[in-house]
C-alpha cells in the first residue's frame, strides 16, 4: 500500500538555523509523483513542488531545496537559514495510481516548523 | 487573479442542519477535489471530481454530497448524516489528476 510518513511532529528553530523535514514513502508504482506543500497559519495550503519518480536530480529554489533519493525512498526537504515567515506546517505527499486511472494524492501527517527570532 | 476561491469563511450550522460549501474556480482546471481537515491532522479527501458531471468518493463520504454541474463548480453539501462535521475544509483543484493542487482559503465549519 502507498504511505507516506513524516516522522517530525514538530520542530523548532532559531531563526538563520538551516533546518530539514524528513519525509519517506511506500510505493509499488514505478511511475509516481511526489509533493511538498506549505500551510501557513492562515490555513490555505501552498504547493512548493512537484519531483516525478524519473527524475532524482536535487532541486533549489532560493533558500528551499529537495533531495530525492529513491534508493532510500526519501524526499526530504531544506530550508536554509530560516525566517520567522518559514513557521508554518509542511505537507509531504504522493500520487497514487489506484484503479481506473484516478490519481489521488496520498498525505503525510505534516510537520510543523516554528522559527523563533 | 486567477485561483480558487472559497465562501464563506466562517460557517456555523445547528445540529441536523444540511450546509453547503461554495467552491469556484477560474484556473480552466478539469479536477476538483474537497478536503477536511481536523485540528493536527492531515487532509482526508472526501469527494473528487476529473470531469463535469462526474465525481468519486474519497476516503470520507459518508454524510457529505458534491454536485460538478460546471467545470468552474464544485459544492459540497455536508448532511445531518455526518456525525461529527466541525473541521475545516478545503477545496482543491489541477489540471488533471497528474498534476499539482491548488487550494482554495478554506471554509471552517462549527456545528453548534
Known amino acids: 500500500a502507498q504511505k507516506v510518513t513524516q516522522a517530525q511532529t514538530e520542530i523548532s528553530v532559531v531563526e538563520k538555523e538551516d533546518v530539514t523535514l524528513d519525509c519517506v514513502y511506500e510505493t509499488r508504482d514505478t511511475t509516481y509523483y511526489l509533493f511538498w506543500y506549505k500551510q501557513p497559519p492562515s490555513g490555505e495550503l501552498v504547493f512548493l513542488i512537484r519531483?516525478?519518480?524519473?527524475d532524482e536530480q536535487n532541486e533549489i529554489s532560493g533558500r528551499y531545496s529537495w533531495n530525492f533519493q529513491k534508493s532510500t525512498s526519501s524526499f526530504n526537504f531544506t530550508i536554509t537559514a530560516s525566517q520567522v515567515v518559514d513557521s508554518a506546517v509542511y505537507f509531504c505527499a504522493l500520487s497514487e495510481f489506484n484503479a481506473g486511472n484516478n490519481r489521488k494524492l496520498i498525505w503525510g501527517l505534516g510537520t510543523s516548523l516554528a522559527v523563533n527570532p | 487573479d486567477g485561483g480558487i476561491t472559497q465562501s464563506p469563511k466562517y460557517l456555523f450550522r445547528k445540529e441536523g442542519q444540511n450546509v453547503t460549501l461554495s467552491c469556484e474556480q477560474n484556473l480552466n482546471h478539469d479536477a476538483m477535489y474537497w478536503y477536511r481537515q481536523d485540528p493536527g491532522q492531515g487532509l482526508r479527501l472526501i469527494y473528487y471530481s476529473q470531469i463535469v458531471n462526474d465525481f468519486q468518493k474519497g476516503d470520507i463520504a459518508e454524510g457529505y454530497s458534491v454536485s460538478r454541474e460546471k467545470k468552474e463548480s464544485f459544492p459540497l453539501t455536508v448532511t445531518s448524516a455526518q456525525k461529527n462535521p466541525t473541521a475545516f475544509y478545503l477545496c482543491a483543484s489541477s489540471m488533471s489528476t497528474y498534476n499539482e493542487q491548488f487550494f482554495g482559503p478554506g471554509t471552517r465549519l462549527t456545528v453548534l
Open positions: 519531483r516525478n519518480s524519473f
